[in-house]
Every structure is written in C-alpha cells, then in structure tokens.
C-alpha cells in the first residue's frame, strides 16, 4: 500500500474527512435543538448528508491542493480545512451561556467517538482479514480516520474563538468576564493562521494529540 494511486489516495483521506467534518457539524446541530434551538433544523442544516456542510474552498479545494502538492513533491502531508458552520440562535437556548458551551462541546467529542468507531474497524481486521487486500486499504482508511478525528477535536478544543474551545472556555467564565473574551472572536482566525505558520500550532495541541491518539492506538495492542 505504499504506492498509492492519486485517486487512492483522494479516496483514503476524503472518506473519513468527509464523515468527521459531517458528523462534527451535526453534532453542534442536534445538541443546539436539544436544548432549545431550531435553528439549523430549519435552514436544513441537521442533516448527515455531507453535501450540507462542505464548504467548496475549505472542505475541498485546500485539503486537495495541499494532498496533490504532496504527491507531486514529496513533501509531509499537511492536513488543513474548514466546513460551513451549523448556525446556532444563542438566545434561542434554554441557558444561552451554559448550553452554547455544551453545543460547542459536542463537535469535538462526536469526533472522539468517530476515533473510537474507527479503531473498533481496526481491532476487527485484526482479527479477522489478515491477508485481504480490500482489508488492508480498509485497514489505512481506518487509521487515518482515527488520526484525522483525533486531530479535529484536539484542534477545535483550542480556547480561542470562534473555535469550540473557545465556546466552551466563554460559556465557564463569569458573564462579564466571557463578554471581554469573546471580543477576541474577530481575530481568532488570524490568531490561528499565524499559530499554524509560525509553527507553534503544533508546538501546543502536539503533545495532546499524541496523547489521546496513544491512547486510542493502545487497544490495537
């Protein structure tokens, strides 16, 4: 499997990006109507057809640039890319703070359990398709399910807004004290591109990453 077709290859990474990018949206989603908010219900948005989430230059374009780039030079695959966010009427929530924490949370945590959904595949190939090659692509499918699941919620978990741990980290905080944080909201993509080019991006969430990625890897034995 080393020498894999570029369209092998779009096929590897697409799938398991495309669920967790799916599931992740659906997530903020359905937790937002458990707690009050119709929002994305009603725009069309609470689905799991992916179709509804994929932003064309975030979820396409830039993740298969970056891919072809690396077939072509050889270089180390950077995974990077956005969705089209699930809308969520705050003052729709039953406890807009607290809930709008909870509803961010859940994203990050629908990816955790894609990790685990996926390392589950992992153990029963292990177990049982020893020797089948459709197994074994199944088998690097799985494990890049894992890690890209891993890395979406370790890196949507950072505190800065507008990501989720930014929600999370407002929705903690006194509410006089979330009003001056969530001011950073406005810059917190350009905090974010300059962290990834600077490359201290990695330098914070990469030893947590590992961490949580050890953890799920520990069950493979």
Not at 57 to 72: C, D, E, F, N, R
Not at 90 to 96: W, Y
Not at 204 to 216: D, E, H, K
């Amino acid at each position: 499997m080393q020498n894999l077709s570029l369209l092998q290859s779009i096929l590897l990474f697409a799938v398991p990006a495309v669920m967790a990018i799916t599931v992740h949206e659906a997530a903020h989603g359905f937790t937002a109507r458990h707690f009050g908010d119709r929002t994305a219900e009603v725009l069309g948005r609470l689905t799991f057809n992916p179709l509804k989430h994929i932003d064309p230059i975030g979820t396409v374009a830039v993740p298969l640039g970056l891919l072809v780039m690396s077939k072509v030079t050889g270089a180390p695959l950077l995974i990077f890319g956005w969705a089209k966010p699930v809308p969520v009427g705050v003052r729709n929530l039953r406890n807009p703070q607290r809930d709008m924490a909870i509803v961010a949370a859940a994203g990050p945590a629908s990816n955790l359990a894609m990790a685990a959904g996926w390392t589950l595949v992992l153990v029963l190939i292990g177990m049982f398709g020893g020797g089948i090659q459709m197994l074994e692509f199944l088998a690097y499918m799985a494990y890049f399910g894992v890690f890209f699941n891993v890395l979406l919620a370790v890196f949507n978990m950072m505190p800065i807004p507008p990501l989720d741990g930014g929600r999370v980290v407002s929705g903690m905080l006194p509410p006089s004290v979330a009003m001056k944080f969530d001011r950073i909201e406005p810059f917190g993509f350009m905090i974010v591109i300059a962290l990834i080019m600077t490359g201290v991006l990695w330098n914070i969430i990469g030893p947590i990453f590992n961490a949580v990625l050890g953890f799920y890897m520990g069950f493979l034995g």
